[in-house]
């Protein structure tokens, strides 16, 4: 309202995939936006969308010590957007450490801190495939069942809720993401691609099993939505963010056989056990429908963006404009997916270095 002075939020990961959605839809809803990110180089393009940055990380010890004593470090809300999967519970513990740091010097400001803590669907395990007998959504009340790669976020991140001596805090769990830049949907592309060349599209799951996307802009105003929600409704609480219908893999592969026109169709095959996380096969094969009915009751969101099937060509012509961009995302997710198909080890040789240069942001 007119008058009123405007709430101020930090987003962790700013530059990273989600963060960085997250923090251009703060943004566009008139709040003080303040970005945290690791590298000088990336200062700019945060500042190109008005997000204010800040030059630190969780891990940066001196940086967490001097945050607790600086006024200028006060925030109505902090949206965590950060994670190193394959390293879990020291980045983790990092960043326990600067959310505290960082409430601290609200507190002192007269402000108790809302702390969003991003975690996944994932950590529910998968569902049954489309059609399969007593098939249902996983709610927030769901048992989590994370497969190994997740155990440690499941675990560690409602312990989020364990720190209300000074802040209150939300556990969001986001399915997987499309659109932009693309995240771990980009690699679909990259598959159809050469299944063009190849005039088939081979993909090893089931056709019924169940691809439940968010497009990233709609994640984005989920956090905004709960932000700006009666703090009583939403304090200590997960919410799911999903779409608002779940797509099987038999409608995005026959997108994707239109749009690019692939000659003999698609052909489905048994999976392939490769060393390391499959990005393509996570995405194709873990069968997960998840309800976002809580989010849109108790906070009035609503997703407005084209299903991934939907709009398969706008997602596609995206993507290639961020790989022809040399977007970072892009940049992640395929030296992610180098090293799932080297066992470990980027198309050079080269040892990946997974916990700081691909999974840090939220990609």
Same mark, same amino acid.
């Given at each position: ?25 703060? /943004?566009?809803?008139? =709040? ?6 690791? !590298? ?19 891990? @940066? ?7 607790? !004593? ?59 495939? @489309?059609?399969?007998? @007593?098939?249902?959504? *996983? ?15 499941? +675990?560690?991140?409602?312990? +989020?809720?364990? *720190? ?5 805090? /939300? ?18 592309? #990259?598959?159809?691609? $050469? ?10 799951? #089931?056709? $019924?099993? +169940? ?77 997960? =429908? ?7 009751? #108790?906070?009035? =969101?609503? #997703? ?22 040399? *977007? ?21 040789? $080269?040892?990946? $270095? ?6 840090? @942001?939220?990609?």
């Amino acid at each position: 309202m007119p008058g009123m002075k405007p709430k101020s939020v930090l987003v962790t990961g700013a530059n990273g995939y989600i963060g960085n959605a997250v923090a251009r839809a703060f /943004v566009r809803a008139g =709040w003080i936006t303040y970005g945290l990110v690791r !590298n000088q180089e990336t200062r700019t393009s945060l500042e190109a969308d008005e997000i204010i940055s800040i030059l630190g990380s969780a891990s @940066d010890k001196g940086f967490v010590e001097r945050s607790a !004593n600086q006024t200028r470090f006060v925030f109505d809300v902090i949206v965590s957007c950060t994670e190193q999967i394959l390293d879990y519970v020291p980045h983790y513990n990092d960043t326990i450490a600067l959310l505290r740091a960082l409430a601290e010097a609200s507190n002192k400001a007269g402000i108790r801190p809302l702390v969003m803590f991003t975690s996944g669907c994932k950590d529910y395990g998968t569902t049954g495939i @489309d059609g399969s007998e @007593d098939l249902s959504p *996983h709610t927030e009340e769901s048992s989590l069942n994370a497969p190994p790669v997740l155990v440690a976020r499941a +675990i560690h991140a409602i312990k +989020i809720f364990n *720190h209300i001596d000074l802040f209150d805090a /939300v556990v969001t769990r986001p399915t997987t993401i499309y659109g932009l830049s693309g995240s771990f949907y980009g690699p679909i592309f #990259d598959v159809a691609t $050469k299944a063009a060349e190849k005039g088939v599209l081979e993909l090893t799951a #089931d056709p $019924k099993s +169940i691809m439940h996307g968010t497009h990233v802009d709609d994640c984005a105003e989920a956090y905004v939505a709960i932000a700006e929600a009666d703090r009583n409704v939403v304090k200590g609480q997960c919410f799911n963010i999903s779409g608002g219908r779940h797509e099987t893999l038999g409608e995005v592969a026959n997108a994707l056989v239109e749009d690019y026109k692939i000659k003999n169709g698609v052909k489905y095959l048994p999976e392939k056990k490769k060393t390391g996380v499959d990005i393509v096969q996570m995405l194709i094969g873990f069968s997960q =429908w998840v309800s976002s009915e809580k989010l849109r009751r #108790d906070v009035g =969101w609503r #997703d407005n963006r084209q299903s991934f099937s939907e709009a398969v060509h706008t997602y596609r012509k995206a993507y290639e404009a961020a790989v022809a961009q040399n *977007h970072s995302n892009v940049q992640k997710i395929q030296g992610f997916v180098s090293m799932a198909d080297g066992g470990g080890q980027s198309t050079d040789g $080269k040892v990946v $270095k997974i916990q700081e240069e691909i999974l840090a @942001d939220k990609i």
